[in-house]
């Protein structure tokens, strides 16, 4: 069973930054891809980016140049950071596993606001 935790969200000014981090358990998480989505207001959720077991990684035009992917394979944790934040970027970060048999996994979600 995996089950995934974010954390990390909160409120943010515009041009600020902040870390998310999501801390998954399952034994399956080290040959996994590990994804961050976010959901806007009134809009669909979209992939951010994400990093293959490997560690390549791989980013929507939106956000690139200015969020960066990492992962710990010791402590089971994906990170997402983001820098020069935008108000459009306020959204609920999602944290996504998927196997190499393409199972999903959702984490709960976190809130990231950029206030301007």
């Known amino acids: 069973q995996v089950q995934l935790v974010e954390s990390g969200g909160g409120l943010v000014q515009v041009g600020g930054s902040l870390r998310l981090s999501c801390a998954a358990s399952?034994?399956?998480?080290?040959?996994?891809?590990m994804a961050w989505y976010r959901q806007g207001p009134g809009k669909q959720r979209e992939l951010v980016g994400f990093?293959?077991?490997?560690?390549?990684?791989n980013y929507a035009d939106s956000v690139k140049g200015r969020f960066t992917i990492s992962r710990d394979s010791a402590k089971n944790t994906a990170n997402l950071q983001m820098h020069s934040l935008k108000p459009e970027d306020t959204a609920v970060y999602y944290c996504n596993l998927q196997t190499p048999w393409k199972s999903n996994y959702w984490g709960q979600g976190t809130q990231v606001i950029v206030s301007s």
């Open positions: 399952g034994s399956i998480v080290s040959i996994s891809t």
């Open positions: 990093i293959t077991s490997g560690g390549n990684t």
